[in-house]
């Protein structure tokens, strides 16, 4: 059995920070790609950013420069750093990961976490 668990969103102001933090448990033997989504109402999921396993990092137009993504393969963690928020970045992001288990590999979604920016 496999968990990843968000935290970190909340409330902010326009120009603020906040740190989000994605963290898997169970059965892993390793991860692969760890991304991070967001969903606004009425809106499809889309992707923010993507550390692959061999450390290409890519992000979506809109948060180039604003937002960095990281990883702690150590500790099965993944974290978004954003910075200068925007209340265009109001939605619930979801963290994504490709893990491995035994004899095994599948996605898994994290449970999604509100991050609203007031303007």
């Known amino acids: 059995q496999v968990q990843l668990v968000e935290s970190g969103g909340g409330l902010v102001q326009a120009g603020g920070s906040l740190r989000l933090t994605c963290a898997a448990s169970?059965?892993?033997?390793?991860?692969?790609?760890m991304a991070w989504y967001r969903q606004a109402p009425g809106k499809q999921r889309d992707m923010v950013a993507i550390f692959t396993r061999s450390g290409t990092i890519n992000y979506a137009d809109s948060v180039k420069g604003r937002f960095t993504i990281s990883r702690d393969n150590a500790k099965n963690t993944a974290y978004l750093q954003m910075n200068s928020l925007k209340p265009e970045d109001t939605a619930v992001y979801y963290c994504n990961m490709y893990i491995h288990g035994s004899t095994w590999a599948r996605d898994y979604w994290g449970q999604g976490t509100q991050v609203t920016v007031s303007s």
């Open positions: 169970g059965s892993i033997s390793s991860i692969g790609d």
